[in-house]
């Protein structure tokens, strides 16, 4: 069926180094997409979110990139922080009579070396 | 605080007994979900409200599963003869608008970590 996924499970990275992790879709009736931080105990958290008529959305050290030719989107992360280390995952939502129900993708793991 | 409360932080049950889930979103806030994330995975739609309304309940995996938030603020989830595969972290999210093509975030509690025995 279709689904929001994620390429890796884990990335690992230097502290001060760019992260940058990625996610496929594959529905096309998604209209907007967000990215969540999930720390260990704690709720997902919203990052950025970018709706299907822009290709890019910058935030504070976070940028969000969505192609929607290859249903890829990605969240970059610069200058990367201890305090990023977390589960990230990125969430579809699609117009529908649930609102702003959010179907989300399985997560990746961002491991910062000090 | 002003944020989504959820309680209790950790539930431990008996496979069979009944338990209660309880949510309560920042106020003022018109949306209500709830969301089921098994270990290691992302999170899942059990359901939605828009004030008292229950709109949307296609995500609640039995019929022991039931919602209600009668008077449009706060939530209970009730998972009755629980059994093992209930086993999960289950998250309340709010937001201030009622959905529709208004798009924006929701805000998460810390869940309600239940596992049955």
């Known amino acids: 069926g279709e689904s929001v996924g994620l390429h890796l499970p884990t990335l690992s990275v230097q502290e001060g180094d760019n992260s940058i992790i990625n996610c496929a879709y594959s529905n096309s009736a998604s209209d907007y997409f967000i990215w969540y931080k999930q720390e260990s105990g704690k709720g997902p958290q919203f990052i950025i979110d970018i709706r299907s008529n822009m290709d890019k959305r910058q935030g504070q050290r976070v940028t969000v990139l969505l192609n929607k030719t290859v249903k890829h989107l990605s969240l970059q992360i610069a200058a990367t922080q201890p305090g990023d280390s977390a589960v990230y995952f990125c969430?579809?939502?699609?117009?529908?009579?649930?609102?702003?129900?959010?179907?989300f993708g399985g997560g990746t793991r961002l491991m910062v070396k000090p | 605080g002003a944020g989504v409360s959820q309680s209790p932080r950790y539930k431990v049950a008996k496979r069979g007994q009944d338990v209660a889930l309880r949510c309560d979103p920042i106020?003022?806030?018109?949306?209500l979900f709830w969301y089921q994330q098994a270990l290691g995975q992302g999170p899942e739609f059990l359901t939605y409200f828009q004030n008292e309304a229950q709109l949307d309940k296609s995500g609640l995996p039995s019929d022991r599963f039931f919602a209600e938030r009668p008077e449009g603020s706060v939530s209970t989830l009730k998972i009755q003869r629980t059994q093992q595969e209930d086993s999960a972290v289950y998250l309340c999210?709010?937001?201030?608008?009622?959905?529709?093509?208004?798009?924006?975030?929701?805000?998460f509690g810390s869940g309600t970590q239940l596992s049955v025995l």
């Open positions: 999210a709010s937001s201030p608008a009622g959905g529709g093509v208004v798009r924006e975030k929701l805000f």
């Open positions: 106020s003022g806030h018109v949306s």
């Open positions: 969430a579809e939502n699609r117009n529908n009579n649930a609102g702003n129900m959010l179907t």
